[in-house]
Protein backbone atom coordinates (compact mmCIF):
# COMPACT_ATOMS: atom_id res chain seq x y z
CA UNK A 1 0.00 0.00 0.00
CA UNK A 2 1.50 3.40 -0.43
CA UNK A 3 2.28 5.84 1.43
CA UNK A 4 0.22 9.59 1.71
CA UNK A 5 2.31 11.93 0.43
CA UNK A 6 0.46 15.90 1.69
CA UNK A 7 1.51 19.51 1.05
CA UNK A 8 0.86 21.63 3.96
CA UNK A 9 1.82 25.17 5.86
CA UNK A 10 4.50 24.88 8.86
CA UNK A 11 2.26 26.83 11.82
CA UNK A 12 5.05 25.97 15.22
CA UNK A 13 8.25 25.12 14.62
CA UNK A 14 9.44 26.06 18.39
CA UNK A 15 10.81 22.41 19.20
CA UNK A 16 13.75 20.46 18.08
CA UNK A 17 13.23 18.27 14.80
CA UNK A 18 9.38 19.16 14.95
CA UNK A 19 6.64 20.81 12.69
CA UNK A 20 3.37 21.15 13.21
CA UNK A 21 1.53 21.24 9.52
CA UNK A 22 -1.87 22.12 8.89
CA UNK A 23 -3.49 21.41 5.55
CA UNK A 24 -6.56 23.01 4.64
CA UNK A 25 -9.85 21.29 3.10
CA UNK A 26 -13.04 22.35 2.01
CA UNK A 27 -16.51 20.07 3.59
CA UNK A 28 -19.73 20.32 2.52
CA UNK A 29 -22.55 20.81 5.11
CA UNK A 30 -24.94 18.06 5.19
CA UNK A 31 -27.67 20.38 5.72
CA UNK A 32 -27.63 23.52 4.17
CA UNK A 33 -24.62 22.87 1.34
CA UNK A 34 -21.95 25.70 2.26
CA UNK A 35 -18.66 24.25 2.39
CA UNK A 36 -16.50 25.17 4.93
CA UNK A 37 -12.73 25.35 5.90
CA UNK A 38 -11.67 23.05 8.12
CA UNK A 39 -7.98 22.23 8.80
CA UNK A 40 -5.98 18.79 9.16
CA UNK A 41 -2.71 18.98 11.65
CA UNK A 42 -0.34 16.80 11.55
CA UNK A 43 3.11 16.45 13.57
CA UNK A 44 6.10 16.02 11.14
CA UNK A 45 9.96 15.01 12.28
CA UNK A 46 12.44 17.47 10.25
CA UNK A 47 15.54 15.45 10.83
CA UNK A 48 17.59 18.17 9.53
CA UNK A 49 15.67 21.53 10.80
CA UNK A 50 15.34 22.49 7.81
CA UNK A 51 11.76 24.23 7.70
CA UNK A 52 10.75 26.95 9.60
CA UNK A 53 7.03 28.61 10.24
CA UNK A 54 4.92 29.73 7.38
CA UNK A 55 7.08 27.42 4.69
CA UNK A 56 4.88 25.28 2.41
CA UNK A 57 6.07 21.39 3.06
CA UNK A 58 5.60 18.23 1.89
CA UNK A 59 5.03 15.47 4.18
CA UNK A 60 5.22 11.48 4.06
CA UNK A 61 3.21 8.82 6.17
CA UNK A 62 5.72 6.93 8.15
CA UNK A 63 5.85 4.58 11.10
CA UNK A 64 4.96 5.97 14.66
CA UNK A 65 7.86 8.09 16.06
CA UNK A 66 6.54 9.92 18.98
CA UNK A 67 3.51 9.76 20.59
CA UNK A 68 2.29 12.43 17.80
CA UNK A 69 4.52 11.95 15.26
CA UNK A 70 3.68 9.75 12.43
CA UNK A 71 4.74 11.83 9.41
CA UNK A 72 8.40 12.73 7.99
CA UNK A 73 9.16 15.65 5.52
CA UNK A 74 10.63 15.07 2.35
CA UNK A 75 11.25 18.64 1.50
CA UNK A 76 10.60 22.13 1.44
CA UNK A 77 8.08 23.58 -1.21
CA UNK A 78 8.25 27.26 -0.80
CA UNK A 79 10.10 29.13 1.73
CA UNK A 80 8.23 31.80 3.81
CA UNK A 81 9.75 35.26 3.00
CA UNK A 82 8.85 37.52 5.11
CA UNK A 83 9.93 35.03 8.22
CA UNK A 84 13.55 34.61 6.89
CA UNK A 85 14.55 38.70 7.98
CA UNK A 86 12.96 38.12 11.32
CA UNK A 87 15.52 37.16 14.35
CA UNK A 88 14.60 36.43 17.98
CA UNK A 89 17.41 38.20 19.85
CA UNK A 90 15.07 39.37 22.68
Known amino acids: MPKREIVGVVTRAGAD ?6 MQRLV ?27 DTV ?4 SRPLSKLKRWRLVRVVKKNVAAEGITSDA
Do not use: F, Q
Not at 58 to 61: A, D, V
Open 17 to 22: KTRRVE
Open 28 to 54: KHPVYGKYIRRNTVCHAHDENNESSLG
Open 58 to 61: EIIE
